[in-house]
């Protein structure tokens, strides 16, 4: 049984970083390329990182890019968003998700398991 729990988020001011955490269990995480998506009220779920089963290759939509990191640890089956910079839009619950598909793929359909989300908050 895959499990992925989130932590790390909370309130913080902008300009601030938070380092989100995702420990996933279950057999075989170094097999699986990792994403992060977020949602605000509203909106739709919203890519927002991935990274590959060896952690050599990540993608970023432009949103995010040069602010956020995303990394892994295979031996501690943990994926981790390191988040600078933060604006008030980027306040969401935060997600994280196992692929299913190969390749960095950008589209939650591409994903079959999920966490239950942490909230970030970013003030103005």
């Known amino acids: 049984q895959v499990q992925l729990v989130e932590s790390g988020g909370g309130l913080v001011q902008a300009g601030g970083s938070l380092r989100l955490s995702c420990a996933a269990s279950g057999p075989s995480f170094n097999n699986y390329d990792m994403g992060w998506f977020r949602q605000a009220p509203g909106k739709e779920r919203e890519f927002v990182a991935a990274i590959s089963w060896s952690g050599g290759s990540t993608a970023y939509p432009d ?25 008030p839009e980027d306040t969401a619950v935060y997600y994280c998700a196992r692929s299913s598909t190969g ?22």
Do not use: E
């Open 63 to 87: 949103s995010v890019k040069g602010r956020f990191t995303i990394s892994r640890d295979n031996a501690k089956n943990t994926v981790y968003l390191q988040m600078d910079s933060l604006k």
């Open 103 to 124: 390749g960095l793929a950008y589209g939650s359909g591409n994903y079959n398991y999920w966490g239950q989300g942490t909230q970030v908050t970013v003030s103005s």
